[in-house]
Nanobody
């Protein structure tokens, strides 16, 4: 069973930056899409950004220009650089990997943006 583990979350002041990482417990074959999602308290999980195996990226409109998604397909790893963080970015961030043999979710990492 593949496990995804996120890291890099924490407490940051408004305007600060964080870099989230997601690592798989073993290589995942036939990946076609990887992404970050987030869930704020009392809200539904929402898309943050996705990246295809070919490198095409997609971002939530409200996050364009502040967040950057990247991946290392060979390592089945995913990253999210978050800049100019705002209090409304506070949420649990989840990584997701879609492959032709399964869809995988991490357990989430908490990001709190507060002064």
């Amino acid at each position: 069973q593949v496990q995804l583990v996120e890291s890099g979350g924490g407490l940051v002041q408004p305007g600060g930056s964080l870099r989230l990482s997601c690592a798989a417990s073993r290589s995942i074959f036939s990946i076609y899409d990887m992404g970050w999602y987030r869930q704020a308290p009392g809200k539904q999980r929402e898309l943050v950004a996705t990246i295809t195996s070919g490198g095409t990226t997609n971002y939530a409109d409200s996050l364009k220009g502040r967040f950057t998604i990247s991946s290392d397909n060979a390592k089945s790893a995913l990253y999210l650089q978050m800049n100019s963080l705002k209090p409304e970015d506070t949420a649990v961030y989840y990584c997701n990997i879609k492959s032709r043999v399964g869809i995988y979710w991490g357990q989430g990492t908490q990001v709190v943006v507060s002064s």
